[in-house]
């Protein structure tokens, strides 16, 4: 079955860290970009950070520059986001999709999504 899996989600306090996974099965992640999205309640999704399919460029929303780091492990046809320094604001599901490129192209696989709240 072709679908993605996220995981790593919960509930951390301010300043706090944790490491989102993003499971492929079905398909070889390492053909793809791997973009994460998050969603606020009453917000409109937005994208948070992007791997190309190269390894060779990332991006990241400026919201989470220098506290959040994507990566990918292709031995485990997984990718993660590394988030630290966690703020209130982060709170949302996040969610892992494939894409061609990071740019100018449209999702073609969603997972299902992991909430993160970051609370006191």
């Known amino acids: 079955q072709v679908q993605l899996v996220e995981s790593g989600g919960g509930l951390v306090q301010p300043g706090g860290s944790l490491r989102l996974s993003c499971a492929a099965s079905?398909?070889?992640?390492?053909?793809?970009?791997i973009h994460w999205f998050r969603q606020a309640p009453g917000k409109e999704r937005e994208g948070v950070s992007c791997?190309?399919?190269?390894?060779?460029?990332?991006y990241y929303a400026d919201s989470v520059k220098g506290r959040f780091t994507i990566s990918r492990e292709s031995a485990k046809n997984t990718g993660y986001l590394q988030m630290n320094s966690l703020k209130p604001e982060d709170t949302a599901v996040y969610y892992c999709?494939?894409?061609?490129?990071?740019?100018?192209?449209?999702?073609?696989?969603w997972g299902q999504g992991t909430q993160v709240t970051v609370s006191s």
């Open positions: 999709a494939t894409k061609y490129y990071c740019y100018n192209n449209s999702p073609l696989k």
């Open positions: 791997i190309n399919r190269d390894n060779s460029s990332t």
């Open positions: 079905g398909f070889t992640l390492e053909y793809y970009a």
